[in-house]
């Protein structure tokens, strides 16, 4: 979901047309273009640690003599971004500020196997105020906002195809800013606000958490939450592949045409890095589900279809190691990611939280809460189905 902005930074309102010319001229693969017009919105930033503004730049250009359109996107990342989840200046933290620039510039994301794509990178322009300007083309999407389960498929093939290559014997690459692996656990020691809502009794009788959780479920989720140790335990012994970490719809986009079939545009690759059998599907599948990516069905017709085709894309790549395996690793990720860090608990306490988080996730807290009353039931599931495939 994109959000327009009304305001714009100063820096970006100073773009002027010397600094886009060169941009336009690669977008659009001709060196005689000339910009007539062009304008700039401001889109919802969204969550991102490092994120600290998104932006359409957008116009029309004479190319042999035709007016041609041209749309980019102007993606500024900087260290303070975030109060609430600030960036790291270490490279090997998860929330490493520079990650993404770095991936671009590597031309890691280039050729990515799979069906995976990422936008084409037109320049990164390291600026004097310690932020990061990327500038990318745009990505489009023959859907809205919401996908149909057949596009989930095609998705899940396509993150199976991608996991699944270097599983079957592609080089992981090791560059020294990716993300490595058993970040989960990290995150989760990293939400300490998590952790004192958790043990505090006043949580579970606030309204909005009551019409989320039963009782029963809510004893489960504190048991999620306080004996996760086991699970992540297990979840780090599996095997490592390179995953984007944040594969969810918000972050991707389905071509349009008659070739975007089989096809993946894949958005902000801040965390990209090794990570463990499963961890990409169990994005798709619980952060999709949450934030109202998918056309409406229950949380069990969405978990059926990312799973099965995930596994279909990782047999596809050659991948032909034990089914059970890459269901511990979607289970007990997507349960444990997104079953025990429920961050719009700590926005249900006071008036500011929830304005905050509204405006980050673009959506009323009452609306993600009936869609949690729905999902967290299925992964607290998933994370006894999880817990019984320990021993298997």
Known sequence: MIIEQTTLDPHV???DRMMLDGLVRDLLNSPAAVIVEWHVDAINPGMGSATGGMYRVAGSALVDGREAPWSMILKVVGLAASAFNPASREMDHPLYWEREALAYESGLLEGLPGG?????CLAVMRR?????????????DRYGSRWPLEQYADAARCLGRFNGAYLAGQPLPAYPWLCISGTLRGMLDHFAGVNAVMTDPRTWELPLVRRALSAADTKRMRRLWFDRRPLLDALERLPRTLCHKDAWRQNMFAPPGADGSGRL?????AYVGHGELGLDAGDLFAASYSLFGV?????HELDQVVFANYLKGLRQAGWHGDRRMARFGYAAYAALKYGSVNLWLLAAENESGRA???????????DIVESESRLLPYLLDLADEARELIDA
């Open 13 to 15: 309102q100073a773009i």
């Open 116 to 120: 995976l794509a990422a936008p084409r």
């Open 128 to 140: 004097r105020d310690e932020t990061l300007w990327l500038w990318m083309e745009e990505a489009r």
């Open 265 to 269: 545009m894949m958005i902000d690759w």
């Open 295 to 299: 056309e409406p069905c229950d949380p």
């Open 356 to 366: 905050n988080w509204e405006r980050m996730s673009g959506h009323p807290l009452e």
